[in-house]
Nanobody, 121 residues
Framework: QVRLVESGGGLVQAGDSLRLSCAASGTTFGGDAMGWFRQAPGKEREFVSSISWGGAIIRYSDSVKGRFTISRDTGKNTVDLTMSRLKPEDTTVYYC??????????????WGQGTQVTVSS
């Protein structure tokens, strides 16, 4: 089992930056992809970004490309999402995710509990 714990959410103003962090504990293996999804009330959970074990394969959704940066520390089993030029439409709950034995995340095997990001205009 893997436990994912997010931190770093909060309230910021439009144009500000914020960094989310996720720490994985439990039985983790090399080769697992980690990443972030988000879900607004009444909407489906959507992919934001993912990163492979070694960091060679990184993906972003079109809505965050150029503004968000994902990074990973495999020694600490953590993944960060640095969000820049935040917009009010980025307001939602962000979830950390992990996919076993894959370089990308299609359907995660594990989810964090979520952290709220609120961007005021």
């Amino acid at each position: 089992q893997v436990r994912l714990v997010e931190s770093g959410g909060g309230l910021v103003q439009a144009g500000d930056s914020l960094r989310l962090s996720c720490a994985a504990s439990g039985t983790t293996f090399g080769g697992d992809a980690m990443g972030w999804f988000r879900q607004a009330p009444g909407k489906e959970r959507e992919f934001v970004s993912s990163i492979s074990w070694g960091g060679a394969i990184i993906r972003y959704s079109d809505s965050v490309k150029g503004r968000f940066t994902i990074s990973r520390d495999t020694g600490k089993n953590t993944v960060d999402l640095t969000m820049s030029r935040l917009k009010p439409e980025d307001t939602t709950v962000y979830y950390c995710a992990l996919k076993r034995g894959s370089s990308i995340i299609s359907v995660p095997d594990y989810w964090g509990q979520g952290t709220q990001v609120t961007v005021s205009s």
